[in-house]
């Protein structure tokens, strides 16, 4: 499964970048989002799924909400946080080819529910952390991966840190 994902997320990159030129603007920037993906957890291991919106607040500033699924056989893993995320801009840059990449790091407040065999389930508060990047499709379609660590101070029963990498996401501006 990881070779498929892989080849994916490759052969995206290959297509945006021999497709039309497109370019992420300030204007862009400044546009609401919602964006989905899928990917996989560790420690608990699941299947990820997520989902955000993404509300910017400046250029290089914006609000995400965000809902983490992770299910297995033995686990089901809902986390819903409110993050801060901070977009780097390298159009002005001398990156050449890598000038429409928008790589980003975020930082959160929510909450892990974790459930084991469908019957030990905990609650636990959540820090967020993580980092990704995106690149522009078209003005308005993005592809990109993020990984986060995601922290329970309390923990929530046997787990107090798990993983996540959203291996690939797609983000539609309105």
Not at 89 to 105: A, I, M, Q, Y
Not at 129 to 140: D, I, N, S
């Amino acid at each position: 499964m990881h070779r498929v994902l892989s080849a994916s997320i490759a052969a995206l990159a290959l297509s945006a970048a021999q497709g039309a030129d497109a370019q992420f603007s300030a204007s862009d920037s400044q546009r609401l989002s919602l964006k989905g993906g899928i990917g996989f957890t560790v420690e608990p291991d699941s299947f990820l799924l997520g989902f955000e919106f993404d509300q910017p607040l400046q250029t290089q500033v914006s609000l995400v909400g965000r809902l983490e699924l992770g299910v297995d056989d033995d686990i089901v893993l809902v986390s819903p946080s409110l993050s801060a995320r901070y977009w780097f801009d390298l159009s002005r840059t001398n990156l050449g080819g890598l000038r429409p990449l928008r790589p980003f790091v975020n930082a959160g407040l929510g909450f892990s529910y974790l459930a084991w065999d469908h019957r030990d389930d905990t609650v636990g508060f959540l820090i967020p952390l993580g980092f990704g990047a995106e690149w522009p499709l078209t003005p308005a379609v993005a592809v990109g991966s993020d990984m986060r660590f995601n922290i329970i101070p309390a923990g929530a029963g046997r787990e107090s840190f798990y993983f996540a990498w959203e291996v690939l996401g797609v983000r539609y501006r309105f």
